[in-house]
């Protein structure tokens, strides 16, 4: 069993994971990410690493609340313990010095692409860090990034801060900045994985995204993670999750996370809460 | 009462002129002529508040923008409803409304690219945009900023961060999202009368809340979702359908859990039963609606444990089969043996049409079999008495026109809340209530006179209260000493009913099942007086329909009582959607046709459609034969299912038995032949309240008052009849928040009873009844007066295997007042 040392609300929707897990503190690195089950009756789900403390043997990440299995994660309190939590997987993020590196998160990469734009100073790169949200008040991290980063900037939908618009508008933001990449990682949800690897094309500008499929066990057996990289299949916990964005097939991958839509909304057809879901009735009415 | 017609005025709206009936508000006026004028916080239920002011207008000869909404329209008035400066000022007031809800999709030029490949955000906790609301493209709020063209808001975001209440049953609250229009807190104030709703803080921390921040549970919320159903945004959800979005349309039916008989809207999505609310039809429930019909549809029905194929048990193997396996199987088992070796049961939740079908099926292709039904269970005292009862006009809406309202063992918080709105509007209108209740319920905290006798005991005070109101003398003494409610309180009583003109009296379940057969002396009795309007309240959907169908007629060979205590033998046992028993009842072969399987084993198992897949007609208290309509039509599949209606089974059943065809091959040759068997019920689903044409033979009951009983350590023993039960079902093993509110679990005592016996609420307790013994969760219950240990009657056992351990107290539920002793110290007590 693995004890969670905290579980922080961080923006709406987005949940902070911290769990102690020596093992995994141990040898974790940026773009790694680790399989959790929130209860034993629950299911296995994969979580991008966000940082670690590897002298108290903890290990961060930040998820959002999309469904039963994050639902119940979110709903963990400090003291309350786990029964997987299997890590560190996938080979992570490359890193060294590239030159000039941009780091882009959205929605919970803004969590995990922090490891990847330290590792990627640490390695010597000049590291820009750009983060995005539809609106300010979901924007987190955003202290953290100054010390790992030459520059941060933000971008809001409606903007509420920074700049006003989306991941298509970094090339023109880049641009103004005087910065030509020599690399791009995004960490973020799908779609803007994928709009980012569109925009960067035909600038010629190397594009790593972190996929996220649907995932069972993490090692290379179930074989449900697989995608379409320059026509051949590749796992996601193996063989990546980092790829050249450029090469992914993206239409086949959306349409193979939207495989199990019905089924996942089932399980949240419940009019019991959330926090005593199968309790059975211990809240006792009148 | 004669009702006054308003008179009719004129006036200006918009350089138009318009008529409108006196004592209306500027804003209603113009409604009323189909101008209309933006407003998040208005309602015509509701009074006035004021609080969104997108209704202000200009009116000629007063200063600044008044509100349409709180402004009474007068003779002659000339108003403004739209002008330049009027819709700078709605979209300045709408922006300072956006900067506090989370709107960038609005305003998002990626929003349709989005939707394309987002399919999952909905899932979400919080909503933080319009893409992750369930309120998306039905939000009032949404279609205020497309009307006014919002494109931009200029104002910086203020998101309150507060955490989204979802502990409580039934509907999450996100006040994040609240725009506080206050229509939820008029809503539970003004309509229902309940005021579980208040703004609590001021100024920017303001917040819809309960009073001390207590759950909704604890709050006394009757989870009736008026206020989901009446929020502008997204801010109170459904937690079980709110996942579908927008429906695709509402269908109208009449709820399937209790004999109310209220009007519901049914959303459906993709062709599936969504979430249902309350219609808007005067006749009954006039847009309220209960914790049952409002939440527990979905649940009911969609269950992943439904059952969906017919099964048959082959040797050691219960497995799926055709339908026409199925049918041969049971087929077979009845051909062997002789009709009277069969037995069946039917329940009373089943339609008009299955329940004439499993008659006809009895008498016609088995005669001599035997049928019962648990109705004679919730309508005790024999068919002629419950005839007699509706031998008077019923009428549900007119209890809000009475002065004088006797309660008897009746709590509407979560079962009959409809009856409990109209009780308040009486009261409102300066009604007097007196409550016999041995608990408090929802409706003690407004009675003028609160007469809490021993349980078991309603029947000797209602002897005494109905001789008031017949204007004889009742015999109070006797009443008190048997009751051990105070002399003073019923003379006080007695008084304010004797002074009564329009009196209604309502017997509840609680009284009628348990309260002895001096409560229904004492209902018979109140028949003969013309200023009574009597409404017992019974549980089974469609109780009423098996009276009037003669089931309750018939002397079965194999009554549900023998059946239940194991006294007989039937060969073959034919369940339909009756389960009254918790293990394999005793008999050769056992066929159960339901919407679950059994908890026990079958030797044939034939699904039933459920009230969304079939057609049919209930008859309510009132007597009006109302139509339950088909929301769900898929053809046969593993998803779908192979429900068939159970009429339907019985016509399959019936030409696999005889070799001619039956009569009964569609619903309208079913309905076709009721009528003709049964000349009181109308051919067609007809909403007509009726009255039964049999009179009351007088003098067959007696009163018969039990004495008190409540030495040190021991407890008189209440049993309540459960009625969260459908079809055999017992709905709280489906509907999750039912199962959180706990409300018919364990043994339930007063908590100074507990203390003195050291038992803490909710550990397992032993309890002992009259030599047997079984073992039960301990629960404190403040409402339980003390020396009285209430527990549910397990009717219904469906899957709840914690509850089967309270089998042993079941036989003993006809014995009112029988005691228990819960056993005390270390070697009797479990830890919870």
């Known amino acids: ?286 | 009462m004669a009702l006054q017609e308003p008179k009719t005025l004129a006036m200006q709206i918009n350089h138009r002129r318009v008529e409108f009936p006196e004592g209306v508000t500027v804003l209603r006026a113009a409604e009323l002529n189909g101008i209309k004028i933006p407003s998040l916080c208005s309602h015509k239920d509701l009074s006035a508040f004021g609080s969104c002011r997108m209704c202000m207008v200009e009116i000629e000869g007063m200063r600044g923008y008044p509100l349409a909404c709180d402004t009474r329209a007068q003779e002659g008035m000339k108003v403004l409803t739209e002008s330049v400066r009027l819709r700078e000022l709605r979209i300045e007031i709408l922006k300072l409304l956006l900067s506090e809800h989370p709107s960038s999709c609005l305003l998002c030029d990626e929003s349709d690219d989005c939707k394309e490949y987002q399919g999952t955000i909905r899932k979400t906790g919080v909503s933080t945009g319009c893409r992750f609301c369930p309120n998306d493209h039905q939000c009032e709020l949404q279609d205020l900023v497309e009307e006014l063209g919002i494109k931009d808001i200029d104002y910086p975001i203020y998101y309150r961060g507060l955490e989204p209440e979802q502990d409580d049953p039934f509907y999450d609250r996100d006040y994040n999202i609240c725009v506080l229009c206050g229509r939820c807190v008029r809503m539970c104030q003004e309509v229902r009368g309940t005021s579980v709703l208040a703004f609590s803080w001021r100024g920017r921390k303001a917040k819809i809340g309960t009073a001390f921040d207590r759950s909704h549970v604890q709050a006394g919320c009757e989870f009736c979702g008026a206020c989901v159903d009446i929020c502008p945004t997204g801010a109170l959800a459904d937690k079980a359908s709110k996942w579908d979005g927008k429906p695709d349309g509402f269908i109208t039916t009449t709820c399937p859990f209790c004999a109310v008989g209220c009007q519901l809207d049914v959303a459906h999505k993709d062709g599936r039963l969504s979430s249902a609310k309350a219609a808007l039809d005067p006749e009954i429930n006039d847009g309220q609606i209960c914790v049952k019909g409002r939440f527990c549809m979905p649940e009911a029905t969609h269950h992943f444990t439904r059952a969906r194929k017919p099964m048959v048990r082959k040797g050691r193997y219960f497995r799926e089969s055709t339908w026409e396996e199925a049918i041969h199987a049971v087929a077979a088992a009845i051909s062997t043996v002789q009709p009277a070796d069969i037995a069946m049961l039917v329940s009373p939740d089943l339609s008009c049409e299955g329940l004439f079908s499993a008659g006809w099926f009895a008498d016609s292709v088995i005669p001599g079999a035997s049928l019962d039904t648990s109705a004679r269970d919730l309508l005790p005292g024999g068919a002629q008495l419950w005839k007699a009862f509706f031998s008077k006009p019923i009428s549900l809406k007119d209890i809000s026109r009475c002065d004088t309202i006797l309660s008897v063992g009746l709590d509407t918080r979560f079962h009959f809340s409809i009856v409990g709105v109209q009780i308040r509007r009486a009261i409102a209108k300066g009604a007097k209530l007196i409550a016999v209740d041995a608990r408090s319920g929802n409706l003690t905290r407004y009675t003028d006179d609160w007469l809490q006798p021993m349980p078991g005991t309603e029947g000797a005070l209602l002897v005494a209260l109905a001789a008031a109101i017949s204007g004889e003398t009742p015999d109070s003494e006797r009443a008190a000493t048997s009751s051990g409610v105070a002399p003073e309180k019923i003379a006080h009583a007695v008084k304010m009913l004797a002074s009564g003109h329009d009196i209604a009296v309502l017997v509840g379940p609680q009284a009628i099942q348990n309260g002895g057969p001096a409560v229904l002396a004492a209902m018979a009795s109140l028949l003969k007086s013309p200023s009574v309007r009597l409404v017992p309240f019974y549980f089974g959907a469609n109780s009423r329909g098996v009276l009037e169908l003669g089931m309750l007629d018939r002397t079965p060979s194999f009554g549900i009582e023998q059946l239940r205590s194991g006294s007989v033998h039937p060969k073959v046992l034919y369940l339909v959607g009756e389960v009254p028993f918790s293990k394999r009842p005793d008999c050769d072969f056992l066929v159960v046709q339901d919407i679950y399987l059994p908890p026990f084993d079958a030797d044939v198992f034939l699904p039933a459609a459920s009230f969304a897949e079939a057609k049919g007609t209930l008859i309510n208290i009132e007597g009006r034969l109302q139509e339950a309509s088909q929301i769900e039509s898929f053809p046969d599949g593993m998803r779908t299912g192979f429900a068939r209606p159970d009429w339907w089974t019985f016509t399959e059943l019936a030409a696999a038995v005889k070799v001619s065809p039956p009569a009964l091959t569609s619903l309208e040759a079913v309905q076709a032949a009721i009528s003709t068997a049964f000349p009181g019920i109308p051919a067609k689903a007809d909403r007509m309240p009726r009255v039964s044409p049999e009179a009351f033979p007088p003098g067959v009951l007696k009163a018969e008052v039990t004495s008190l009983n409540g030495s040190v350590g021991k407890f008189r023993l209440v049993p309540s009849p459960a009625g969260f039960t459908h079809r055999g079902i017992n709905l709280v093993a489906k509907v999750e928040g039912l199962a959180m509110l706990a409300l018919e679990e364990g043994i339930r005592m007063n908590p100074a009873d507990l203390k003195t016996l050291g038992i803490p609420s909710g550990s397992e307790a032993e309890v002992c009844v009259t030599g047997t013994t079984t073992k039960a969760i301990a629960i404190s219950d403040a409402e339980c007066p003390a020396g009285c240990a209430y527990f549910t009657v397990p009717t219904t056992c469906g899957g709840i295997e914690h509850r089967t351990g309270m089998q042993a107290l079941f036989k003993h539920t006809t014995i009112v007042g029988a005691d228990i002793a819960p056993a005390t110290g270390s070697s009797t007590q479990v830890g919870g």
């Open chain 1, 1 to 286: 069993m693995y004890r969670i040392v905290d579980v922080k609300h961080v923006v709406p929707n987005m949940h902070e994971l911290i769990v102690e897990a020596p093992a995994v503190a141990e040898s974790v690195q940026p773009g790694n990410f680790v399989i959790v089950r929130a209860d034993a009756q629950g299911e296995r789900i994969p979580l991008s690493v966000a940082d670690w403390d590897r002298d108290a043997g903890t290990v961060t990440s930040v998820f959002m609340q999309v469904g039963a299995s994050t639902a119940k994660l979110a709903r963990l309190k400090a003291g309350d313990t786990i029964p997987t939590y299997a890590g560190p997987l996938g080979r992570g993020t490359a890193i060294s010095k590239f030159g000039t590196v941009i780091c882009i998160g959205g929605c919970y990469g803004i969590g995990s692409i922090y490891p990847v734009a330290r590792a990627m100073k640490e390695a010597g790169n000049k590291v820009f860090t750009i983060i995005e949200a539809r609106s300010s008040f979901l924007l987190y991290w955003r202290d953290k990034f100054k010390d790992v980063s030459d520059g941060v900037f933000e971008i809001t939908r409606d903007g509420t801060a920074g700049k006003k618009g989306h991941v298509s508008a970094i090339p023109e933001l880049l641009q103004s900045k005087g910065i030509q990449p020599d690399l791009v990682v995004v960490n973020g949800c799908t779609f803007q994985m994928m709009r980012v690897s569109t925009i960067t094309r035909s600038p010629g500008w190397k594009t790593i995204v972190n996929m996220n499929p649907i995932m069972i066990d993490g090692t290379g057996m179930c074989g449900v993670c697989r995608l379409s990289v320059d026509g051949q299949t590749k796992f996601a916990c193996v063989d990546g999750p980092d790829f050249d964005g450029h090469k992914i097939d993206w239409d086949e991958f959306l349409a193979r996370r939207k495989s199990y839509s019905p089924e996942e909304v089932e399980p949240l057809r419940k009019s019991g809460c959330g926090s005593h879901a199968g309790c059975g009735g211990k809240e006792q009415g009148r």
